[in-house]
């Protein structure tokens, strides 16, 4: 089994910033992949970014985060990262840290991320 913990989430006006953590234990996969989710009240779960554990570490980000949001790693750690900077009221949702490895996947509680005008 492979825990995920999320933290970093809160308030924050338009245009500030946010740092999410997601931290990974248990038994980890020799290679996985770490992404963030996000779910707005009401709405589908969307991708927001995604990272491999390769050398170069393979990115994808949704459109709508493009420019704004940055994923990456630490390996050492088992932890993934997502800067949130240039935040919109549109950016509000609980974001959750999923973890793909060679035992299945497995998602994290949700951290909440508010974001007012």
């Known amino acids: 089994q492979v825990q995920l913990v999320e933290s970093g989430g809160g308030l924050v006006q338009a245009g500030g910033s946010l740092r999410l953590s997601c931290a990974a234990s248990?038994?980890?996969?020799?290679?996985?992949?770490m992404a963030w989710y996000r779910q707005a009240p009401g709405k589908q779960r969307e991708l927001v970014a995604a990272?491999?554990?390769?050398?170069?570490?393979?990115?994808n980000y949704a459109d709508s985060v493009k420019g704004r949001f940055t994923i990456s790693r630490d390996n050492a750690k088992n932890t993934v990262y997502l800067q949130m900077n240039g935040l919109k009221p549109e950016d509000t949702a609980v974001y959750y840290c999923?973890?793909?490895?060679?035992?299945?996947?497995?998602w994290g509680q949700g951290t909440q991320v508010t974001v007012s005008s």
């Open positions: 248990g038994t980890i996969s020799s290679i996985y992949r």
């Open positions: 999923k973890y793909s490895g060679a035992r299945g996947d497995y």
């Open positions: 990272i491999t554990d390769i050398v170069g570490g393979i990115t």
